[in-house]
């Protein structure tokens, strides 16, 4: 057996595992991986600017093919900076590997030279934080925490490299690589589920979550069009079934619509297919409380340790989404739908239709529509946080899964590295990043990683030279009085420009689809800058109602 350093070892178990593309901000604690990688074309790799873009990227590369991200960061800063990656997987059930270069062996517990407890600080964050002493055991290493990001409820797992034993020449056994196991639900609880679903005068289905993916999502629609149930997204799962489908009835979280709201308050069974029923899906765990007095639950969820965790559920089903969906969709279904699920998506369709705003220069809504007649129907939309999304959110129609990268942690900076990372995983497809102007400048800088890597994405920048969401809370708590949330912006096109890109400024409702139609015929990346007014603070308000309450 021919003797590798470590990290020759890392990187030939990454590829047996099914490892093509990773993220990383170089460091001298991890150049053995480096050099390995130079002798290793099946991984490309993909040099970002901060560790936070580059940790986003490998998040949201987990989401696009539900096997994990890669990301390699250097030790203190480089890791603390990608913390906020590990937080935006693990909220969002998604499967992420955090490599990190760690002090060598005989340094550790001196407060070396940016030295953390790497294990102690991302416990809390990640399915599992582990240090490798032993170059012989990378391939064991390896395998289970692929094993463990995939498995269950989806999730980061972080690892700490030493740098000298990542230099050690040994021999080792690489793994094979690991498929998920898949668990299917118990006939009974099958069976039980449908006896409620049949006997319901008021059926709804929330769904969306761990494990979610394209072949689920062409069960699980089947199904809800034969039963006539209407399908409500959880918090930012909006792709979770294409919105064409006659089931689907809109999404959940900030702003929804409310007659969406009173249908599921009013319903007598609930079913929830992979979706945890967090915070912002539920409203504060009002919208379905977790008692649910005169409702039935029916909550089916890949890891056993979500069922009746918040929820008390009256089926709890531990298995794969997809294996429950199928057995839905195969199973006899009513002679006629429900009449509710046809009810539900023609209100959606309607509180997604935009319409005209008097007085507003740049009306975000008759934007998105502008996009929706312009831009192909599989578009991949990905955002941060703020209430600029909330224009897309409410009126933008999704797609076949995966069209929707946006973290439900609800971190800013995620739209632009998350559409980088569309970008490179899926070059047929449009992907568009949405970004505020507070939002953007948390991560504006992966720019350069995506002219440098050739992505091809469009990139709009919402600026209303403020932090929208948080002047929003701020005028309902105290009126008038600003403080802290007014931002003084640079010339974002001019910006993009500097860093190779095509852009324009937009400042009128009419000027925008010419824009757009521009930006489309262009190659690389595009930016438009849209400059908007405050005083319209989200679709549904205004700063002077808000204050008038």
């Not at 509710?340 to 023609?346: D, M, N, T």
């Not at 996009?371 to 999304?389: H, K, Q, S, V, Y």
Request: charged content about 20%; hydrophobic content about 45%.
């Amino acid at each position: 057996m021919t003797k590798r350093s470590g990290g020759r070892i890392l990187v030939d178990n990454l590829v047996a595992q099914g490892c093509d593309r990773l993220f990383q901000v170089p460091g001298e604690s991890f150049l053995a991986v480096l050099d390995a990688l130079v002798d290793v074309p099946a991984i490309e790799v993909v040099t970002c600017r901060q560790e936070g873009g580059a940790a986003f990227m490998a998040c949201a590369d987990g989401a696009m093919t539900q096997r994990p991200g890669v990301c390699f960061v250097t030790r203190g800063p480089g890791a603390t900076n990608a913390s906020i990656g590990v937080h935006v997987a693990m909220q969002d059930s998604q499967p992420m590997l955090l490599f990190i270069g760690d002090v060598d062996r005989g340094m550790r517990d001196r407060e070396g030279f940016q030295e953390v407890d790497f294990p102690a600080m991302f416990a809390p964050l990640a399915k599992w934080a582990t240090r490798i002493e032993d170059a012989a055991r990378i391939p064991e290493y390896v395998a289970r925490a692929w094993n463990t990001a995939i498995s269950g409820r989806p999730g980061p797992v972080v690892i700490a490299l030493p740098e000298d034993m990542l230099c050690d020449m040994v021999e080792a056994v690489d793994r094979p690589r690991i498929e998920r196991v898949w668990q299917a639900a118990n006939p009974d609880d099958i069976d039980t589920a449908l006896k409620l679903l049949r006997a319901a005068e008021r059926p709804v289905a929330i769904v969306g979550g761990a494990g979610w993916d394209r072949a689920t999502t062409g069960a699980f629609d089947c199904f809800a069009r034969n039963w006539g149930i209407p399908v409500a997204g959880a918090f930012r799962r909006q792709d979770a079934i294409p919105n064409w489908s006659k089931a689907w009835a809109g999404n959940l979280g900030y702003g929804p619509n409310p007659k969406l709201v009173e249908r599921i308050k009013a319903a007598d069974v609930v079913l929830v297919l992979g979706a945890r029923l967090g915070e912002a899906t539920t409203d504060g765990y009002t919208l379905i409380t977790p008692d649910h007095p005169g409702q039935k639950l029916i909550h089916v969820h890949p890891d056993p340790a979500e069922l009746n965790r918040v929820y008390r559920a009256d089926v709890a089903v531990c298995s794969d989404t997809f294996s429950f969906a199928n057995a839905l969709a195969c199973a006899d279904y009513p002679p006629s739908p429900h009449p509710s699920g046809a009810e539900a998506h023609a209100q959606w369709r309607e509180w997604s239709t935009p319409k005209p705003r008097d007085g507003v220069a740049l009306d975000l809504g008759l934007c998105v529509a502008a996009m929706r007649e312009a831009l192909p129907a599989d578009t991949i939309i990905c955002n941060g946080a703020g209430n600029f999304a909330g224009w897309w959110h409410r009126y933008w129609h999704y797609g076949l899964q995966p069209s929707q990268l946006a973290p439900t942690a609800g971190a800013m900076g995620y739209g632009v590295p998350a559409a980088i990372a569309a970008a490179l995983r899926a070059p047929d497809r449009m992907v568009v990043a949405l970004a505020g102007d507070g939002d953007f400048l948390m991560n504006g800088q992966e720019l350069a990683t995506a002219v440098q890597h050739g992505a091809e994405m469009l990139v709009l920048v919402i600026d209303n030279s403020g932090y929208g969401t948080i002047r929003m809370h701020q005028e309902r708590e105290f009126p008038g009085r600003v403080s802290a949330t007014r931002l003084a912006n640079p010339d974002f096109a001019a910006l993009a420009r500097a860093y190779g890109c095509w852009s324009e400024t937009v400042e009128r409702t009419e000027d925008f689809a010419p824009a757009l139609a521009r930006a489309q015929e262009q190659r690389g990346v595009r930016l438009l800058h849209l400059r908007t007014d405050i005083e319209v603070i989200n679709p549904g308000t205004t700063i002077s109602a808000i204050r008038a309450r």
